[in-house]
């Protein structure tokens, strides 16, 4: 009987480590290539690209975002010389996640599981988020796709 219940639990252990293992690969693969989130991208940016919400994006991005993207957006934050994968560049033409307003928006409200880039949906306001995402896009290339 004993053994029998040895044997199960190592059994459950096994299903519950092949299970971990294969999240794992997938978040690995998530985090190696460039892809796209065709759902995201179908979100519409609701706030104006104007001075005001630039602005506002900024001293958000300041306070939120230089430390791991620098002040320039170009990556090169302090907090983010430790971190694999590296913060991103937002300033270049690549986009691992994709360029939409929608996907830039996904990746700010729920993060990228298993990297420093964390959900912001605790720290700011969807407008808020939209300001920063306004912000980006001013110093990044212009194309949305
Ligand atoms: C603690 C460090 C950290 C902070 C703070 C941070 N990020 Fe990130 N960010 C990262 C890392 C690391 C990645 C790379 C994730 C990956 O490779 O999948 C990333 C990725 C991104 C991406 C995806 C880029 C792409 O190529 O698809 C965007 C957009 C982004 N961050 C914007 C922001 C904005 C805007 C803020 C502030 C509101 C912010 N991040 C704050 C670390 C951070």
């Not at 179908?42 to 104006?48: E, G, H, M």
């Not at 300041?62 to 694999?84: F, I, N, P, R, V």
């Not at 949906?121 to 110093?139: A, E, F, G, M, P």
Request: hydrophobic share 40%; proline share 3%.
């Amino acid at each position: 009987m004993i053994r029998i219940t040895l044997l199960a639990s190592a059994l459950i252990f096994a299903v519950l480590v092949a299970g971990t293992s294969l999240a794992a690969t997938q978040a690995a693969q998530h985090e190696m290539s460039a892809h796209r989130h065709p759902e995201a991208e179908k979100i519409t940016n609701p706030v104006a690209a104007d001075a005001t919400s630039i602005a506002t994006g900024q001293t958000i991005f300041a306070k939120q975002c230089s430390s791991c993207h620098g002040d320039k957006g170009t990556g090169d934050g302090m907090m983010g010389e430790d971190l694999d994968p590296k913060p991103a560049n937002l300033t270049d033409a690549e986009w691992k996640h994709g360029s939409s307003d929608g996907e830039i928006f996904t990746v700010l409200r729920d993060g990228v599981k298993g990297t420093g880039m964390k959900s912001f949906s605790k720290k700011l306001t969807v407008h808020q988020i939209w300001d920063v995402i306004n912000y980006v896009r001013s110093i990044g290339p212009s194309k949305s796709h």
